[in-house]
């Protein structure tokens, strides 16, 4: 059973920076790609940033690009998100998950494995 393991969440100043990151364990497809998504109190799942394992291709949401960048270590088999002039708004849940079906990269239900989230706060 594959299992992700978020971490890095805290407690960040506006401006400020952050890295979360995703350990991956477990079998997984040769070819595979995961995701950062976050949810916000009362809020679904909003896609963040997307990566091709094998490739390195990213994809982000607008309100993150230019801030925001995925990347991943395949020795350390870790995800990462580095997070730099974060605001207010980006205060979350954040979440990686691994995509097992076909389909939009953006949309959570191509996700069936999810780690447990990693909380971002950004205070003022």
């Known amino acids: 059973q594959v299992q992700l393991v ?3 969440g ?6 400020g920076s952050l ?3 995703c350990a991956v364990s477990g079998p ?8 950062w998504f976050r949810q916000a109190p009362g809020q679904e ?8 394992w094998d490739t390195g291709r990213t994809f982000h949401t607008d309100s993150v690009k230019g801030r925001f960048t995925t990347s991943r270590d395949a020795a350390k ?11 207010l708004e980006d205060t979350a849940m954040y979440y990686c998950a691994l995509r097992t079906s076909n389909g ?6 191509m996700y069936s494995i999810w780690g447990q989230g990693t909380q971002v706060t950004v205070s003022s």
């Open 19 to 21: 890295r979360l990151s």
């Open 45 to 52: 799942h909003e896609f963040v940033g997307f990566i091709n």
């Open 77 to 87: 088999n870790t995800l990462y998100l580095q997070m730099n002039s974060v605001k």
């Open 28 to 35: 997984t497809a040769d070819s595979r790609s995961l995701a």
């Open 104 to 109: 939009p990269y953006y949309l959570p239900a």
């Open 10 to 15: 805290g407690l960040v100043q506006a401006g």
């Open 6 to 8: 978020e971490s890095g």
